[in-house]
């Protein structure tokens, strides 16, 4: 790791493109200062299926994607880097950081066409984003009992966007105290609006995944209706 003032960097190989993205992050400050493990499992998730073996090289190119709670951005830029035009949102004090990780990459996700841009997007606050995204991700967000109503009224509006559009969702789950009965709560309050299909381990990274890291896939069970119509 390279140390500059309070900044230290990490690089995150994506194996389909062969490009290394570099993440800047914060010795001190709140959440959102550093990459959480949730949020590296499911940018190789997304690299994986990149793979020519699975969806191949081109199915993120020219997709429309969002990413709620991006914190440092490296879901939404590795989304970028595999050819997607992504927005990746967060709270306005977290943009600063944001904005210079998506800064310091774009060579990277401009060359594979992809975008990558910043804005605010606070789930309690049910504004409008001029987006309709086909695919909204998001990583390691249900960590606090008050977001969980909030969260699940913007990931139902965003989904409600486009007949097409579904989530993937990465989460650690933890076992204290404070954290467990967050995770319980999200997933009762998240079964009874949408549909969810796990993404298997087997399906993920081989190494970069782990039994207490979930991927989730979200739909809207109407569109699952129009899907096999
Ligand atoms: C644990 S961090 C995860 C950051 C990043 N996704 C990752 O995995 O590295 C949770 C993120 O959710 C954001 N967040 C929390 N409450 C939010 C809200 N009400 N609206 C939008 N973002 C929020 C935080 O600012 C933070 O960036």
């Given at each position: 790791?390279?140390?500059?003032?309070?900044?230290?960097?990490?690089?995150?190989?994506?194996?389909?493109?062969?490009?290394?993205?570099?993440?800047?992050?914060?010795?001190?400050?709140?959440?959102?200062?550093?990459?959480?493990?949730?949020?590296?499992?499911?940018?190789?998730?997304?690299?994986?299926?990149?793979?020519?073996?699975?969806?191949?090289?081109?199915?993120?190119?020219?997709?429309?994607?969002?990413?709620?709670?991006?914190?440092?951005?490296?879901?939404?830029?590795?989304?970028?880097?595999?050819?997607?035009?992504?927005?990746?949102?967060?709270?306005?004090n977290v943009l600063p950081a944001l904005n210079k990780n998506i800064e310091?990459?774009?060579?990277?996700?401009?060359?594979?066409?992809?975008?990558?841009?910043?804005?605010?997007?606070?789930?309690?606050?049910?504004?409008?984003?001029?987006f309709k995204p086909e695919i909204i991700l998001l990583a390691d967000c249900?960590?606090?009992?008050?977001?969980?109503?909030?969260?699940?009224?913007?990931?139902?509006?965003?989904?409600?966007?486009?007949?097409?559009?579904?989530?993937?969702?990465?989460?650690?789950?933890?076992?204290?105290?404070?954290?467990?009965?967050?995770?319980?709560?999200?997933?009762?309050?998240?079964?009874?609006?949408?549909?969810?299909?796990?993404?298997?381990?087997?399906?993920?990274?081989?190494?970069?995944?782990?039994?207490?890291?979930?991927?989730?896939?979200?739909?809207?069970?109407?569109?699952?209706?129009?899907?096999?119509?």
């Amino acid at each position: 790791m390279d140390k500059e003032d309070d900044v230290f960097t990490r690089e995150f190989e994506l194996e389909s493109r062969n490009v290394t993205l570099t993440l800047y992050q914060k010795e001190v400050g709140d959440v959102s200062c550093v990459v959480w493990d949730a949020s590296l499992v499911l940018a190789k998730y997304l690299d994986v299926l990149c793979s020519e073996n699975r969806l191949g090289k081109n199915w993120l190119v020219g997709k429309k994607v969002l990413e709620l709670g991006a914190g440092l951005g490296c879901v939404g830029m590795t989304a970028a880097c595999l050819g997607a035009e992504v927005v990746l949102t967060d709270l306005a004090n977290v943009l600063p950081a944001l904005n210079k990780n998506i800064e310091m990459n774009k060579d990277l996700w401009k060359q594979s066409g992809g975008s990558a841009r910043a804005e605010e997007l606070d789930w309690s606050k049910h504004a409008e984003i001029d987006f309709k995204p086909e695919i909204i991700l998001l990583a390691d967000c249900v960590y606090y009992t008050e977001s969980i109503e909030p969260l699940l009224d913007t990931l139902e509006r965003l989904c409600g966007a486009r007949n097409d559009t579904y989530a993937l969702l990465s989460q650690e789950e933890r076992d204290t105290p404070n954290q467990k009965p967050v995770w319980s709560q999200f997933v009762e309050a998240i079964k009874k609006t949408f549909k969810i299909t796990p993404v298997m381990l087997s399906e993920q990274h081989p190494t970069y995944s782990s039994h207490d890291i979930r991927v989730l896939k979200l739909t809207l069970p109407s569109k699952d209706k129009k899907e096999t119509q």
